[in-house]
């Protein structure tokens, strides 16, 4: 890559990371940003029903596992071809476990709220997306930061380093459908729409916010982009909250995906 092909892109990067900071204040912090009311209504459901949700999710993704598991065992692929398989079996059956919860079991009050003043979840969205990618940057400096001084070793997620690393064109498109189309789905659905909405009026706000985030940064098994996502979770959270519709989270999530590959296949993040 040339250094002026370099420089536009991290230039990109930094406008990118301004533009999210002036959002955040404008959106989240400022005083009239603090007086706005949220747009999303409590769920209305049991913990027994909830429970069930959580049971079906997670058996849902161990499915998954075990036939990826079972493929792999009678047809031998590539390495980077099971992390694809596997991520997408993930992803795929913990979204039929909560269609199944939804279509068997009746998603009580689960329908997108429709708050007072029209949202445009594509703008909301890309407002979003700006605002958790400043945040989950300067979160990352920081928390790379300390694990160096502390002499800890942080690899980089297993997706990211096969798009560092692939030449495969039909393994990196099927990581890019998987990481911009199903995770962003599944995982706002799970995470958001499922976890953080139920818990919200349920217990301590700072706990409904930091406790889907944790789960969330969890589910990546990966000690470098641990925080970060936590960060990226309260943050999806809280544009949540104050929307009412989980779209804007979604198309948050795939424009933050979509911009990390991209990075990625530049070689700008090596």
């Not at 036939?67 to 792999?72: K, P, S």
């Not at 692939?166 to 789905?185: E, K, R, W, Y």
């Not at 995982?187 to 958001?192: G, K, P, S, T, V």
């Not at 804007?248 to 795939?254: E, L």
Request: hydrophobic fraction near 55%; charged fraction near 10%; aromatic fraction near 10%.
């Amino acid at each position: 890559m040339s250094p002026a092909v370099s420089f536009t892109i991290e230039a990109a990067q930094y406008a990118l990371l301004i533009g999210g900071l002036m959002l955040l204040w404008r959106l989240g912090l400022s005083q009239r940003a603090r007086q706005t009311p949220a747009a999303l209504v409590p769920w209305e459901i049991s913990l027994s029903d909830f429970m069930l949700f959580l049971l079906l999710v997670i058996c849902g993704g161990l499915i998954g596992l075990f036939a990826a598991g079972l493929w792999f065992k009678h047809d031998p692929v590539t390495a980077d071809h099971q992390i694809i398989i596997g991520t997408a079996a993930f992803q795929l059956c913990m979204l039929a476990g909560v269609l199944v919860f939804k279509l068997s079991f009746s998603w009580r009050g689960a329908s997108t709220p429709q708050s007072s003043a029209a949202v445009n979840p594509l703008l909301a969205g890309a407002a979003t997306f700006l605002i958790a990618s400043s945040v989950t940057q300067i979160v990352g400096w920081l928390w790379g930061a300390l694990l160096y001084l502390c002499h800890i070793p942080a690899p980089k997620q297993d997706a990211i380093d096969l798009l560092l690393r692939s030449h495969d064109s039909l393994a990196i498109s099927g990581l890019l459908v998987a990481a911009i189309i199903i995770a962003p789905v599944t995982e706002e659905l799970i995470f958001r729409a499922g976890i953080f909405r139920y818990m919200r009026t349920r217990l301590p706000r700072w706990a409904a916010l930091l406790i889907p985030a944790l789960l969330f940064g969890a589910l990546h098994s990966n000690l470098a982009s641990f925080v970060p996502l936590v960060a990226f979770g309260v943050v999806f959270s809280l544009a949540y909250e104050r929307t009412g519709r989980i779209g804007t989270t979604m198309v948050a999530h795939a424009l933050f995906n979509l911009t990390t590959a991209l990075i990625a296949l530049t070689g700008v993040d090596t």
